[in-house]
T-cell receptor
Framework: AQSVTQLDSQVPVFEEAPVELRCNYS??????LFWYVQYPNQGLQLLLKYLSGSTLVESINGFEAEFNKSQTSFHLRKPSVHISDTAEYFCAVISRSNYQLIWGAGTKLIIKP | DVKVTQSSRYLVKRTGEKVFLECVQDMDHENMFWYRQDPGLGLRLIYF???????EKGDIPEGYSVSREKKERFSLILESASTNQTSMYLC?????????????FGQGTRLTVV
């Protein structure tokens, strides 16, 4: 069975500091990988995705994630966070065999001024 | 822009009431989903649908039912609302084709059952 693990339920970080949100998955088949962001009192929106090709993918607001097949990870990073990055971040995978969508439990990014 | 619209942002209902949550998408997506989101539990799938009049149970279907009479609309029904169904409800849609399987979400409905 497939699963997604986000090891940290909350990550506090000072403004302008770097951050890494961790995501590991388990799957016996190839997957597509996603990071979604949920700002306060809103629905989820896609932040970035890995489908194929370059293992490093970037979002328009400075986040990046790297697909590591050997470690089955897809960690999300940003070199310098801003107060507007305060949100909950969800990692998700879709199996390429049955297109079932599996979610991590989410990580709250808390920016300290 | 892809749009998934949920009929209400906030709802307050009484215990025992029948509650309808409506979701409409405008991208002709085959797949539609209902999730509930609770602190510390992430997203939990209630029901999903891959086609009109087709439905599949997710991880937590008890106490809920769904209806999909038209491709663009997916309704979640709480047959007899209970206080433990107080939650944020999120609707999503997606296309099943390989390169576009990302899910698009509505703004969510925060339901309070009193």
């Amino acid at each position: 069975a497939q699963s997604v693990t986000q090891l940290d339920s909350q990550v506090p970080v000072f403004e302008e500091a770097p951050v890494e949100l961790r995501c590991n998955y388990s799957s016996s088949v190839s997957v597509y990988l996603f990071w979604y962001v949920q700002y306060p009192n809103q629905g989820l929106q896609l932040l970035l995705k890995y489908l194929s090709g370059s293992t490093l993918v970037e979002s328009i607001n400075g986040f990046e994630a790297e697909f590591n097949k050997s470690q089955t990870s897809f960690h999300l990073r940003k070199p310098s966070v801003h107060i507007s990055d305060t949100a909950e971040y969800f990692c998700a995978v879709i199996s390429r065999s049955n297109y079932q969508l599996i979610w991590g439990a989410g990580t709250k990014l808390i920016i300290k001024p | 822009d892809v749009k998934v619209t949920q009929s209400s942002r906030y709802l307050v209902k009484r215990t025992g009431e029948k509650v309808f949550l409506e979701c409409v998408q405008d991208m002709d997506h085959e797949n539609m989903f209902w999730y509930r989101q609770d602190p510390g539990l992430g997203l939990r799938l209630i029901y999903f649908s891959y086609d009109v009049k087709m439905k599949e149970k997710g991880d937590i279907p008890e106490g809920y039912s769904v209806s999909r009479e038209k491709k663009e609309r997916f309704s979640l029904i709480l047959e007899s609302a209970s206080t433990n169904q107080t939650s944020m409800y999120l609707c999503a849609s997606s296309s099943p084709t390989g390169m576009n399987t990302e899910a698009f979400f509505g703004q969510g409905t925060r339901l309070t059952v009193v």
